[in-house]
């Protein structure tokens, strides 16, 4: 069974801290991807990087993704109450199309 | 509107009956997907359709049951609810497109399910 671990679980910070969340797994995903939850709501698609080494950058959010493809890590620049919500990666394997989620990390960023 | 969309939001149903979760999309993307999210677990793939016609199993499809006979609907079934089914259930749809450059799920808003 493939697993994806999200550390830390847990996230409480400052406004205007930087912080890291990591998504590691022993298994190789074709692509993987970064969603963030809001309470009563659908995960919504953040970022999906595909190659190994892969950098994306959207706004104060940068993503990598592993050279060997099994791990990942979001960071946060000068975090901000809007950025507070459940963030949880997704691997997919072999181009099935079908994705596992990682357990997730639940970020309070106070003001 | 355009999107995704899933009823009922909410759910209270007894234990032995049988309830279905609709789900519809507006973009026809070929592929679907249920998953139910428990804490403690994640989200978890029960079902999933390439396209219309096709469906196959994910991680936990006992007690489930899914069809689809047109691409925009993607009903889930429980066909004799138990209280181990209490959840959330999201449904997402999803384009088989890689060229797009991110590409991946679109989740509707979820379907909260009891079962007492």
């Known amino acids: 069974t493939q697993l994806l671990e999200q550390s830390p679980q847990f996230l409480s910070i400052q406004e205007g801290e930087n912080l890291t969340v990591y998504c590691n797994s022993s298994?190789?995903?074709?692509?993987l991807q970064w969603y963030r939850q809001e309470p009563g709501e659908g995960p919504v698609l953040l970022v999906t990087v595909v190659t190994g080494g892969e950098v994306k950058k959207l706004k104060r959010l940068t993503f990598q993704f592993g050279d060997a493809r099994k791990d990942s890590s979001l960071h946060i620049t000068a975090a901000q109450p809007g950025d507070t919500g459940l963030y949880l990666c997704a691997g997919e394997t072999s181009g099935t199309y079908k994705y596992i989620f990682g357990t997730g990390t639940r970020l309070k960023v106070l003001a | 509107d355009a999107g995704i969309t899933q009823s009922p939001r909410y759910k209270i149903t007894e234990t032995g009956r049988q309830v279905t979760l609709m789900c519809h999309q507006t973009w026809s993307h070929s592929y679907m997907f249920w998953y139910r999210q428990d804490l403690g677990h994640g989200l978890r793939l029960i079902y999933y359709s390439a396209a219309a016609d096709i469906t196959d199993k994910g991680e936990v499809p006992d007690g489930y049951v899914v069809s689809r006979s047109k691409t925009e609907n993607f009903p889930l079934t429980l066909e004799s609810a138990t209280r181990s089914q209490t959840s959330v259930y999201f449904c997402?749809?999803?384009?088989?497109?890689?060229?797009?450059?991110?590409?991946?799920?679109?989740f509707g808003s979820g379907t909260r399910l009891t079962v007492v």
């Open positions: 298994s190789v995903f074709s692509s």
């Open positions: 997402a749809s999803s384009v088989r497109d890689r060229r797009t450059p991110n590409y991946g799920y679109t």
